[in-house]
T-cell receptor, first 114, second 116 residues
């Protein structure tokens, strides 16, 4: 799997958009970008994923650059409950040789302030 | 309720005493995986399984064993635990038996293991 690079920490004011960047410059054509978050020491929670098109769901939006070397997770109206560690990972589609092996990295600690 | 369960949730043991952490999922998922989480090191994959009787090493498999004899269960075995295996362990599962890109992982609540 391609490696990802994320800033170690970010701050955001409550009610504002939180934009979390991720670099994955070695991503290959069949690898998807996934985002998870972990609140305290709970099990990580899936947020969103994409291949090359921008994606949106009820939790967040994912913007992937045209060259796919980086992406941004957007929480449009951050709340205090969004304070968590956010992980960006890349994963091959089923059938890819590296499908099963995943590297989470250390993620970005997002702190949402009142 | 769709879920991944782990037992025990907390365990304190001594060096060399064999232990098993169980993981079970009720979502008929093909793929299952074990991770450990340590301060400053994030989540690191120990072993994963693509389906019954198919397992493979992750990034940190040393000192661990796994088995996948049935689809729903994926136990993590520490034959001779050592203090450096003190950690927070997570089990996860996802679909993976079809040609689909959608493979969100569902994580268990975690098992906090202390080896003295």
């Amino acid at each position: 799997d391609a490696k990802t690079t994320q800033p170690p920490s970010m701050d955001c004011a409550e009610g504002r958009a939180a934009n979390l960047p991720c670099n994955h410059s070695t991503i290959s054509g069949n690898e998807y970008v996934y985002w998870y978050r972990q609140i305290h020491s709970q099990g990580p929670q899936y947020i969103i994923h994409g291949l090359k098109n921008n994606e949106t769901n009820e939790m967040a939006s994912l913007i992937i650059t045209e060259d796919r070397k980086s992406s941004t997770l957007i929480l449009p109206h951050a709340t205090l409950r969004d304070t968590a560690v956010y992980y960006c990972i890349v994963r091959a589609a089923l059938g890819g040789t590296s499908y099963g092996k995943l590297t989470f990295g250390q993620g970005t600690i997002l702190t949402v302030h009142p | 309720e769709a879920q991944v369960t782990q037992n025990p949730r907390y365990l304190i043991t001594v060096t060399g005493k064999k232990l098993t952490v169980t993981c079970s999922q009720n979502m008929n998922h093909e793929y299952m995986s074990w991770y450990r989480q340590d301060p400053g090191l994030g989540l690191r994959q120990i072993y994963y399984s693509m389906n019954v009787e198919v397992t493979d090493k992750g990034d940190v498999p040393e000192g661990y064993k796994v088995s996948r004899k049935e689809k729903r269960n994926f136990p993590l075995i520490l034959e001779s635990p050592s203090p450096n295996q003190t950690s927070l362990y997570f089990c996860a599962s996802s679909f993976g038996g079809s040609a689909s890109s959608y493979n969100e992982q569902f994580f268990g609540p975690g098992t906090r293991l202390t080896v003295l």
